[in-house]
């Protein structure tokens, strides 16, 4: 059985740095990422890491946000730095495997002074 265990989130003040965890279990998963959803809004990618590192991002987070992985321990960070409040959101673990994609419970993020 899959399970997508998130960490890391919380409340920062703008212009401050957070880092998320994602730590996956149950399968060999291929291509690793991070979603988010404001309210109000369509979920949308933030960040996405394949097994061999290659890596892709929303241009809104580009240069402030770095995505990596430890395929050790199964895990996906993603760090986030020069915070936003639009950055504001819960955001989702999303990992592909063989048998399809899987998703986290969801953590939230608050930017806000």
């Known amino acids: 059985q899959v399970q997508l265990v998130e960490s890391g989130g919380g409340l920062v003040q703008p212009g401050g740095s957070l880092r998320l965890s994602c730590a996956a279990s149950g399968s060999i998963f291929k291509a690793m990422g991070w979603y988010r959803q404001a309210p109000g809004k369509q979920r949308e990618l933030v960040a996405g890491?394949?097994?061999?590192?290659?890596?892709n991002y929303a241009d809104s987070v580009k240069g402030r946000f770095s995505i990596s992985r430890d395929n050790a321990k199964n895990t996906v960070y993603l760090q986030m730095n020069s915070l936003r409040p639009e950055d504001t959101a819960t955001y989702y673990c999303?990992?592909?495997?063989?048998?399809?994609?899987?998703w986290g419970q969801g953590i939230q993020v608050t930017v806000s002074s």
């Open positions: 999303n990992a592909q495997s063989f048998s399809g994609p899987s």
């Open positions: 890491i394949t097994r061999s590192g290659i890596t």
